[in-house]
Each structure stands twice: as C-alpha cells, then as structure tokens.
T-cell receptor
Framework: DGGITQSPKYLFRKEGQNVTLSCEQN?????MYWYRQDPGQGLRLIYY???????QKGDIAEGYSVSREKKESFPLTVTSAQKNPTAFYLC????????????FGDGTRLSIL | AQSVAQPEDQVNVAEGNPLTVKCTYS??????LFWYVQYPNRGLQFLLK??????LVKGSYGFEAEFNKSQTSFHLKKPSALVSDSALYFC????????????FGKGTTLSVSS
C-alpha cells in the first residue's frame, strides 16, 4: 500500500539539542510539505519542496531546517534555535501538477524534556 | 493573501440530526477547496474537494459541501450525524497554481452525542 511514513511517533528533545523527524513516501509524489499543529491554531506551513534538491520556507521556518536529497524523503530538523518546539508535526505529499489532495502521515509528537 | 476562517471552534449535534461545519475563504483567482478530518493523534484524512464544476460536492462517509462563490464559503454538511463523526475538521484552500501549498483554517471540533 502506498503512503507516508513518519517516524518516530513520539520524540523528546533536551535543551540545546537538534532533533530530526523522518518523513518517507512511496507515492511517487514530487511535492512534500511539513506542517506544525498547535491546539487551536490549525496547521502552519514550515517548509515545502516541489522537486528534489529544492525547497522553500513556509510561514514559520525559523528554527527549522530541511533537506530533499531523494524524492521519497523530506526530513525536518528542529534546531536548538526553535525555542518552543513542543507540537505535533505533520508531513504531507502530493503530485505537484495535479489538483489531487495532499496525503498526510500520522505525525510526530515532539516534547521538551 | 490567502486565508481560511472557520468561525466555530466547536459544533455540537445530536446523533441523527443534520450537521453543518462552516468555512469561508479568501484567495486570489479561482480557489481549490478541501475538507479534511483528523482523529486524535492521527494525520489528516481527505474528505472532499472543490476544483470546478458542480457547486455541491459529495465526499467520503456521507459528507458533502456546497461551494458558494458570492459568499466565498464552502460549508461542510451531512444529513444525519453519527457518533463516529466526532472529530476535528479542517477546511483548506489553495490557489489554482501548480504546487501551491494549502492554507488551513484553525479547525472545528465536531461533537455528536447519542
């Protein structure tokens, strides 16, 4: 079955530590997205990538970094510069040129130790 | 700038009654509109979309939505609510340009009582 896999499901970060969230898709989608979800605030776009080796900042990119070395993978690093990282992080993908909906993974919940 | 408003944080309905979850949007050009549902600690599941054509769109699990261009609205509806419909619902919009990211509303919690 095709889909998006996010790992780990739960992640804890210590002060000053960088952590990386994994997102892998086998849907052959060009475009991939990272969102942050906080209670009552909906989903906010962190970064997105429309093709390999290219990505753009979203609305709340500060304190985050990404890479897109392979079509299937779009890892997100939460750096120590992100002072309030506790949130639910969702990865999504879609075919870049179609009007089909984005497919979502099941998310990673990041908490501070 | 694109934006989506879901004016109700929570909607409460009794099982068997009709439900409506409201959404209004602002976008340049023709909009692509979507509804998603989220269950606790899960990702978003696609319910339905409006791209073009008929203003009444039918989707998964008996949900439908009506696109109203003059009121810039895309309200989600279901004729008869089920307890299992209780979840968090998101409306989203993008412009009709390739690869444009979605803009999401803040979500509406639907609670269906038995």
């Amino acid at each position: 079955d095709g889909g998006i896999t996010q790992s780990p499901k739960y992640l804890f970060r210590k002060e000053g530590q960088n952590v990386t969230l994994s997102c892998e898709q086998n849907l052959n989608h060009d475009a991939m997205y990272w969102y942050r979800q906080d209670p009552g605030q909906g989903l906010r776009l962190i970064y997105y990538s429309q093709i390999v080796n290219d990505f753009q900042k979203g609305d709340i990119a500060e304190g985050y970094s990404v890479s897109r070395e392979k079509k299937e993978s779009f890892p997100l690093t939460v750096t120590s510069a992100q002072k309030n990282p506790t949130a639910f992080y969702l990865c999504a993908s879609k075919d870049r040129y179609s009007n089909q909906p984005q497919h979502f993974g099941d998310g990673t919940r990041l908490s501070i130790l | 700038a694109q934006s989506v408003a879901q004016p109700e944080d929570q909607v409460n309905v009794a099982e068997g009654n009709p439900l409506t979850v409201k959404c209004t949007y602002s976008v340049s050009g023709n909009p692509y509109l979507f509804w998603y549902v989220q269950y606790p600690n899960r990702g978003l599941q696609f319910l339905l979309k409006y791209i073009t054509g008929d203003n009444l769109v039918k989707g998964s699990y008996g949900f439908e939505a009506e696109f109203n261009k003059s009121q810039t609205s895309f309200h989600l509806k279901k004729p008869s609510a089920l307890v299992s419909d209780s979840a968090l619902y998101f409306c989203a919009v993008s412009s009709n340009q390739a690869g444009t990211a979605l803009i999401f509303g803040k979500g509406t919690t639907l609670s269906v009582s038995s």
